[in-house]
T-cell receptor, first 114, second 112 residues
Framework: NAGVTQTPKFQVLKTGQSMTLQCAQD?????MSWYRQDPGMGLRLIHY???????DQGEVPNGYNVSRSTTEDFPLRLLSAAPSQTSVYFC?????????????FGPGTRLTVL | GQNIDQPTEMTATEGAIVQINCTYQ??????LFWYQQHAGEAPTFLSY??LDGLEEKGRFSSFLSRSKGYSYLLLKELQMKDSASYLC?????????????WGLGTSLAVNP
């Protein structure tokens, strides 16, 4: 099993550009989520999904969209990048339909917005 | 309100024992996780406590006291590779609203 994979590992964007961060898992997990991690802020939940076709907002959803067309994939879209979105983004998945269980994290995407 | 407190930094010596504390204030407590995160890497699961007491897993143990809103992670026989950030996360459930609240992490430096 590859576990949770994320692409790209690094990305530099200009303000106003859009892009999609990819996330995939091969563990047949129902629950998937996106976090951002910033110094002094800890991990903050952006969006999450409890299964294919179901998504919901987390703590800091503004400026981001998600979709969940399959169990395996959970892409995160930045609509119009801003410097405030410079961060490390982690995708995570867990068995079951809630955050009640151990989460498996992807390796992260380091995003810089100029 | 929701609050998780952990020390920002700790140092310890190789071979020693270190205890990392986590205190929390939440409503609807429903479990506490500890994760390890090496610099530049993703968090990885270490332990989970939902009942009071000590959970032991090899060199790592985690303790929970729900009445005191307190947990600690105990690392024994420290190795250099244990240098990492240790994240405490509390699972909160209120009605249909479930969330995981993360602490800022404790950066542990293990010195030879």
């Amino acid at each position: 099993n590859a576990g949770v994979t994320q692409t790209p590992k690094f990305q530099v964007l200009k303000t106003g550009q859009s892009m999609t961060l990819q996330c995939a898992q091969d563990m047949n997990h129902e629950y998937m989520s996106w976090y951002r991690q910033d110094p002094g802020m800890g991990l903050r939940l952006i969006h999450y999904s409890v299964g294919a076709g179901i998504t919901d907002q987390g703590e800091v959803p503004n400026g981001y969209n998600v979709s969940r067309s399959t169990t395996e994939d959970f892409p995160l879209r930045l609509l119009s990048a801003a410097p405030s979105q410079t961060s490390v983004y982690f995708c995570a998945s867990s068995a079951g339909t809630s955050v009640h269980n151990e989460q498996f994290f992807g390796p992260g995407t380091r995003l810089t917005v100029l | 309100g929701q609050n998780i407190d952990q020390p920002t930094e700790m140092t310890a010596t190789e071979g020693a024992i270190v205890q990392i504390n986590c205190t929390y204030q939440t409503s609807g407590f429903n479990g506490l996780f500890w994760y390890q995160q090496h610099a530049g890497e993703a968090p990885t699961f270490l332990s989970y406590n939902v009942l009071d007491g000590l959970e032991e897993k090899g060199r790592f143990s985690s303790f929970l006291s729900r009445s005191k809103g307190y947990s600690y992670l105990l690392l024994k026989e420290l190795q250099m590779k244990d240098s990492a950030s240790y994240l405490c996360a509390v699972r909160e459930e209120a009605g249909n609203n479930r969330k995981l609240i993360w602490g800022l992490g404790t950066s542990l430096a293990v010195n030879p």
